[in-house]
C-alpha cells in the first residue's frame, strides 16, 4: 500500500488543505515550499520536509495523551463528545458537567467502560482507547464549558453548541392561535453594509448605519436585516475586500466601526478633522485625489488606514 507524502501527511494532522479548485475549474495543489511555510505560520516547528515523519509521530503521541479536544461541536444540542482515556483507566469513575451559555450546569457520571469505545491507539508501550460520551438531552445553542473529572484531575474543552439550520419562522407562526387566520407575511431588506452610508459621511457603511435601518426597517413593521459577511479581511498590502475571502472567521472587519460610539472620539478633534467630521472637514473636501472626497466609489485601504 502507497504511504503518503509525510509532508503532505502532517499537513493535513494540522488542519491544512493540499489541492483546491481555483475559480477557472482548475485543481491547484499546495506546493512543498507552501506547505513549509504554513505550517510554520500554524506554530509547527519545521524547517526541511525531512523532519516531517518525526513530527507527525510527536503528533500522535501527543494526540493520545490530551483526554479532550480543548474545541469540540454539538450539532443541535445533540451528540457527543470525544474522550481519550488510557486503557487502564477504563474501571474508574468520572464526573463531567457541562456549563451553558444561559447560566445553567448540567451534571452526569458513570465507569470509563459503560462509554462507548470508538478505536484504540498505542503510544509507545502503552494503550490508550477513544471513547464517546453521549449526551441524552439536547442542549441548549451557545457556547459550554465542558469538564471532565477523572483520578483528581480536570479537563476542559470549549464545546459549541450550534444549531445546522438558521432561523425560520415554524409552522406553528404562520397562523394566529384559535382563529386560525394567516399571520401577515414576513418581510425585510438585504443591502451590503458597504453601501449603507449617510449622507455627509464616508463612502463606507458603519455598524451605526447597519442599526439606524435596522431600526427603520423594524418602524415599518418588518422582520429581516441581511447583509453580507463581515469579517477580518486584509485592506492593506494586499487588499482584498471580498466578504467571501476573509483573513478570519472568529473576528469583525474593523473598517465597519462606527466611531460615533467611541468615547474617545468626541474628545478628538483631530481623528474627526480625518474622517472629514471636524470643523475643517479636511479629508471631506481634500484634493481630487483624496478617496474621501468622493462618495461615488469605495477605496477600502484608505478607509482602513484613516479608522
Known amino acids: 500500500m502507497h504511504r503518503q507524502d509525510p509532508l503532505q501527511e502532517l499537513a493535513e494532522l494540522s488542519g491544512v488543505e493540499l489541492h483546491y479548485q481555483d475559480n477557472e475549474g482548475q485543481l491547484q495543489v499546495a506546493s512543498e515550499e507552501a506547505l513549509l511555510k504554513v505550517l510554520q505560520a500554524l506554530g509547527v516547528p519545521i524547517s526541511s520536509p525531512e523532519e516531517a515523519e518525526a513530527l507527525i509521530e510527536k503528533h500522535h503521541d501527543t494526540t493520545w495523551r490530551q483526554v479532550l479536544e480543548p474545541f469540540q461541536v454539538l450539532w443541535d444540542g445533540t451528540g457527543s463528545l470525544m474522550v481519550r482515556l488510557p486503557e487502564?483507566?477504563?474501571?474508574?469513575?468520572?464526573?463531567?458537567?457541562?456549563?451553558?451559555?444561559?447560566?445553567?450546569?448540567?451534571?452526569?457520571?458513570?465507569?470509563?467502560?459503560?462509554?462507548?469505545?470508538?478505536?484504540?491507539?498505542?503510544?509507545?508501550?502503552?494503550?490508550?482507547?477513544?471513547?464517546?460520551?453521549i449526551f441524552s438531552e439536547p442542549?441548549?445553542?451557545?457556547?459550554?464549558?465542558?469538564?471532565?473529572?477523572?483520578?483528581?484531575?480536570?479537563?476542559?474543552?470549549?464545546?459549541?453548541?450550534?444549531?445546522?439550520?438558521?432561523?425560520?419562522?415554524?409552522?406553528?407562526?404562520?397562523?394566529?392561535?384559535?382563529?386560525?387566520?394567516?399571520?401577515?407575511?414576513?418581510?425585510?431588506?438585504?443591502?451590503?453594509?458597504?453601501?449603507l452610508h449617510r449622507d455627509g459621511r464616508s463612502s463606507l457603511g458603519d455598524l451605526g448605519d447597519l442599526e439606524d435601518i435596522t431600526r427603520w426597517v423594524a418602524s415599518q413593521g418588518g422582520d429581516v436585516v441581511g447583509t453580507l459577511p463581515l469579517l477580518a479581511s486584509f485592506l492593506d498590502n494586499p487588499c482584498i475586500p471580498s466578504p467571501y475571502a476573509p483573513?478570519?472567521?472568529?473576528?469583525?472587519?474593523?473598517?465597519?466601526?462606527?466611531?460615533?460610539?467611541?468615547?474617545?472620539?468626541?474628545?478628538?478633534?483631530?481623528?474627526?478633522?480625518?474622517?472629514?467630521?471636524?470643523?475643517?472637514?479636511?479629508?471631506?473636501?481634500?484634493?481630487?485625489?483624496?478617496?474621501?472626497?468622493?462618495?461615488s466609489w469605495i477605496n477600502y485601504r484608505t478607509e482602513m488606514a484613516t479608522k
Open 88 to 133: 487502564s483507566a477504563n474501571f474508574r469513575s468520572f464526573r463531567w458537567e457541562m456549563l451553558c451559555e444561559d447560566g445553567f450546569t448540567i451534571r452526569g457520571k458513570g465507569t470509563c467502560s459503560d462509554l462507548p469505545l470508538v478505536t484504540t491507539g498505542q503510544v509507545k508501550d502503552k494503550t490508550y482507547v477513544l471513547r464517546k460520551l
Open 139 to 195: 442542549l441548549p445553542t451557545g457556547y459550554g464549558e465542558f469538564r471532565f473529572h477523572l483520578g483528581g484531575r480536570r479537563y476542559r474543552a470549549t464545546v459549541a453548541i450550534a444549531p445546522t439550520m438558521a432561523y425560520r419562522p415554524t409552522d406553528s407562526d404562520k397562523t394566529e392561535p384559535h382563529t386560525k387566520k394567516k399571520k401577515k407575511r414576513r418581510w425585510g431588506i438585504f443591502a451590503p453594509l458597504y453601501s
Open 247 to 295: 483573513v478570519s472567521r472568529l473576528y469583525w472587519n474593523e473598517v465597519f466601526l462606527d466611531l460615533d460610539t467611541i468615547p474617545e472620539w468626541q474628545n478628538c478633534p483631530r481623528a474627526q478633522q480625518l474622517m472629514g467630521r471636524g470643523p475643517e472637514e479636511s479629508l471631506k473636501h481634500g484634493t481630487e485625489d483624496d478617496p474621501l472626497s468622493d462618495h
